[in-house]
């Protein structure tokens, strides 16, 4: 199948740290992608995994362990404008290119 | 331009009517790709064109659903006898058809059937 589960909603604080986790089913994977998407815009490209370990790019962080078909986005000092919807997406090796996404995390920051 | 643009940015239509949705890709890429997103929830893929034709169009929901790429890099998704259903935001997002292959996606087009 092709389930891919993410939390619904999560709350935050301003200048927090933040962990937004996603499952996925195992078979025939071939790469994990997350996204940001602010409400009523393009989603946007944050982290790509497609081994094990830990991804950092700045404030932002992905984790994927495989084996365990979970992955992680670690967002640190949060700010305001990190209020958005963070999407997971998996490829897999039997599908060619198209990605398969979970339904999303909404994320409010509060000050 | 830098990014992925798509027309209308929205367009809304009577039910039974015939749209069409315009994406032009980030200029060089040779992969695109047309999804939908209802609200709420992730894109859901619908096609992915490599150059010209169709690589992979599974996620076409039946065939009222066309799309067409005639010459390699503004593609055109049309949809035929619209129905309330097919409202939601229809988003394209174009890649450099590589190995590691990260798609970049234009604002939509949000689709409202009455």
């Known amino acids: 199948g092709q389930n891919i589960d993410q939390p619904t909603e999560m709350t935050a604080t301003e200048g927090a740290i933040v962990q937004i986790n996603c499952t996925y089913q195992?078979?025939?994977?071939?790469?994990l992608f997350w996204y940001q998407q602010h409400a009523g815009e393009a989603p946007t490209f944050l982290s790509y995994?497609?081994?094990?370990g830990l991804e950092e790019k700045g404030r932002f962080s992905s984790f994927l362990s495989r084996s365990k078909g979970y992955s992680y986005l670690l967002l640190k000092e949060l700010q305001m404008k990190d209020s958005a919807s963070y999407l997971c997406?998996?490829?897999?090796?039997?599908?060619?290119?198209?990605?398969?996404f979970g339904s999303g995390t909404q994320l409010t920051v509060l000050p | 331009g830098a990014g992925v643009s798509q027309t209308p940015s929205n367009k809304v239509t009577e039910k039974g009517k015939y749209v069409e949705l315009r994406c032009d890709p980030i200029?060089?890429?040779?992969?695109l790709y047309w999804y939908r997103q209802s609200l709420g929830q992730g894109p859901e893929f619908l096609i992915y064109?490599?150059?010209?034709?169709?690589?992979?169009d599974s996620g076409l929901p039946n065939d009222r659903f066309f799309a067409v790429r005639p010459e390699g890099s503004v593609s055109t998704l049309k949809i035929q006898r619209t129905e309330r259903g097919d409202s939601a935001v229809y988003l394209c997002?174009?890649?450099?058809?590589?190995?590691?292959?990260?798609?970049?996606f234009g604002p939509g087009t949000r689709l409202t059937v009455l």
């Open positions: 997002a174009s890649s450099k058809g590589q190995a590691v292959d990260t798609q970049y």
């Open positions: 195992t078979s025939g994977f071939n790469g």
């Open positions: 995994n497609v081994l094990d």
């Open positions: 997406a998996v490829k897999r090796l039997s599908s060619a290119r198209q990605l398969t």
């Open positions: 200029s060089g890429h040779t992969a």
């Open positions: 064109f490599q150059g010209t034709g169709a690589a992979d």
